[in-house]
C-alpha cells in the first residue's frame, strides 16, 4: 500500500513538474509578442496624439480668429521652448496679431505633451525638415516668418497642394504611420507600410 501511495505521489510531482516546465516556454515564447504588441500599440497611440493635438491647434485658431502653433521640441513644453523637428515633446500656442502687444508666451499655452517621449517613440518629419505647423483662422496651413511666430523658426512656405508629413515610428514595433496635413487644413492618419487602395483604406496615398 505505502509503495503504491509513493509511486502514485511521484508520479503527480513529475507531472506537475512537466506542466510548469511546459507553461514557463510557452510564456518564453509569448513574451516578444507580447513586447511587440504594445510597442505597436505605443506607436499608434503617439501618432493618434499628434493627429489629435493639430485638431486642436486647427479648432483653435478657428475659434479665437487666430494663427495657432503646433510646435516640436525635445525640451520640456513651453512658449518660448526651443522648437525643433524630430522633438518627441510639442505644444500648441496662440501668435500675436501683427502690431499689438501681444505674444505667444502672454496668450499662454493651449496644451501640451510629452506622449511620444513616455512611449519612446520618435517623430520624424518626411522630406521638408518641419518642426512648426501653423493654421490661419480658417483652419488652413499658414506660412509664418521665425518673427512673426515669435520663436527662432517660422512655419516654412507650403508646396501646392503638398501635405506636411510626420512618420511616427519605434525600433521594438512592426508598425508605422504617418501623420498628414494638407495646406487646405486636412489631417489623418494612415499606415506607413500600406498604399492606400479599395484594399487597404487605411494605407497611405
Known sequence: MLSARCRAAGTSLIELMVTIAIIGWLIALGVPTIGKWFADSHVRGA?????????????TAE?????????????????????????????????????????????????SSTLATQYGVSVAAVGANVGLVCFNSLG?????????????????????NAPTAFLVSASS?????????????????????????????????
Open 47 to 59: 501618432a493618434e496624439g499628434l493627429v489629435n493635438g493639430l485638431r486642436l491647434a486647427q479648432a
Open 63 to 111: 475659434a479665437r480668429n487666430r494663427v495657432s502653433m503646433f510646435a516640436f521640441t525635445n525640451a520640456a513644453p513651453a512658449t518660448n521652448a526651443t522648437v525643433a523637428a524630430g522633438g518627441t515633446n510639442w505644444f500648441i500656442g496662440l501668435v500675436g496679431m501683427n502690431g499689438g502687444t501681444e505674444t505667444s508666451s502672454s496668450l499662454g499655452m493651449v496644451q
Open 140 to 160: 488652413q496651413q499658414a506660412t509664418l516668418s521665425a518673427a512673426q511666430a515669435g520663436l527662432a523658426v517660422g512655419c516654412a512656405p507650403l508646396a501646392a
Open 173 to 205: 514595433a512592426a508598425r508605422k504611420f504617418k501623420v498628414l496635413v494638407y495646406p487646405a487644413g486636412q489631417i489623418f492618419m494612415c499606415d506607413a507600410l500600406k498604399t492606400q487602395s479599395n484594399v487597404n483604406p487605411d494605407g497611405c496615398p
